[in-house]
């Protein structure tokens, strides 16, 4: 197995990999979960996935969003495109009614909104890990058009983006607690739990959940102002 081939088959290029082929290089390089699916989707074992038209989403969803108060919580597309997002998001992270429509996208506002960078704890790591989940989820619809803008964007705007982006990495959703050094109101520490709707299985329902009395006692601060 030359150096070349194995770096066509990280660009994602048709190699004809069997699946016996892809199963034994998993296991020499001891793949996780989440490395493992992507190299799956790369070679095209597992069938591609077509990216839908941003939905019509209903009241019911909008609502449940609405209810989560004062945990913050946002609707997305597979390209974390924001579809909807409650007050306490707005007000813990950033506004996104405030941004272009381009820019209302989770990972666009992590890596280049300056709030999120100066507030958000651990910002770097947390990017990192925020980039290798966009690389999963991005190897499920390979060619997509919108995914590609979004890269671009990137690489074009963040030299941090592009050093990450190069690096290949990929990484499942696990559930891990944040903290927000929000300026009006202290620390905000959040667990983040990933849920997908019955009726709209490609959409992700992020919801940051208070970890603690305090943290619920500031989000609700925020909140009241």
């Given amino acids: 197995m030359s150096v070349t081939w194995y770096t066509w088959l990280e660009q994602g290029r048709?190699?004809?990999?069997?699946?016996?082929?892809?199963?034994?290089?998993?296991?020499?390089?001891?793949?996780?979960?989440?490395?493992h699916s992507y190299l799956r989707r790369l070679a095209g074992v597992t069938p591609k996935a077509v990216q839908p038209e941003r939905p019509q989403v209903g009241d019911s969803l909008v609502n449940l969003v609405d209810s989560l108060l004062p945990n913050p919580a946002q609707l997305m597309l597979p390209a974390t495109d924001l579809i909807t997002w409650n007050r306490a998001y707005a007000r813990i992270f950033v506004d996104p009614s405030a941004l272009p429509q381009e820019d209302r996208n989770a990972l666009w506002i992590q890596a280049m909104c300056p709030e999120v960078r100066h507030h958000l704890a651990n910002w770097e790591s947390e990017t990192q890990i925020a980039v290798g989940r966009f690389r999963a989820e991005a190897a499920k619809y390979p060619g997509d058009p919108h995914f590609g803008r979004i890269i671009g964007r990137l690489t074009n705007e963040s030299a941090f983006f592009r050093d990450i982006w190069g690096r290949h990495e990929v990484q499942g959703f696990e559930d891990r607690l944040k903290t927000i050094e929000h300026p009006e109101v202290g620390a905000i520490r959040v667990s983040v739990v990933k849920l997908r709707p019955l009726e709209h299985p490609h959409l992700m329902l992020l919801v940051h959940m208070l970890d603690d009395d305090e943290s619920r006692a500031r989000a609700n601060q925020l909140l009241s102002r």
């Fill in 14 to 35: 048709d190699i004809h990999a069997t699946p016996q082929v892809i199963e034994a290089l998993a296991r020499a390089l001891q793949l996780d979960d989440s490395e």
